[in-house]
């Protein structure tokens, strides 16, 4: 990640292509943090924006970030490239409204299949 006295610049690209930041971190900030700056800033016209932290995924240098670690502990020598921005990919995991709704219409049925020989 980039570095700027003790900064991270870190930019976060969304699926359809665009942007959000780039924005200074220190690098004590969770990803925690980092994915609840990204549900604040989340653009209103996008269509199917993550409800809470648990639908989003940060993925940096191939890796998907955990909550629990801190900007600093993600590092990458190979990728980041000093004074320069890092770009993080944001996954939006699929809502499962859909899935609800099947299975609440849906009553279940016990079937019994006899085979005589």
């Known amino acids: ?12 690209r969304l699926s359809d292509g ?3 930041g780039p924005k200074s971190y220190p ?7 980092l994915k609840e700056n990204i549900l604040a800033q989340w653009p209103k016209d996008k ?7 648990k639908d ?3 993925i940096s240098a191939g890796k998907i970030l955990e909550n629990n670690r801190t900007v600093g ?3 990458s020598p190979l990728c980041d ?3 320069g921005v890092t770009t993080m990919h944001v996954v939006v995991q699929p809502r499962t409204v859909e899935k ?7 009553t279940k049925h016990s079937k019994c299949v006899c085979v005589i020989l």
Request: aromatic share 6%; with cysteine; hydrophobic share 35%.
């Open 1 to 12: 990640m980039a570095v700027s006295q003790d900064q991270f610049e870190i930019k976060f």
């Open 18 to 20: 665009s942007d959000i």
């Open 27 to 33: 690098p004590a900030t969770s990803i925690a943090t």
């Open 47 to 53: 269509e199917y924006g993550p409800r809470t932290v």
């Open 56 to 58: 989003v995924k940060l």
């Open 73 to 75: 502990e993600c590092q």
């Open 81 to 83: 490239l000093p004074g």
């Open 100 to 106: 609800e709704k099947k299975v609440a219409g849906e």
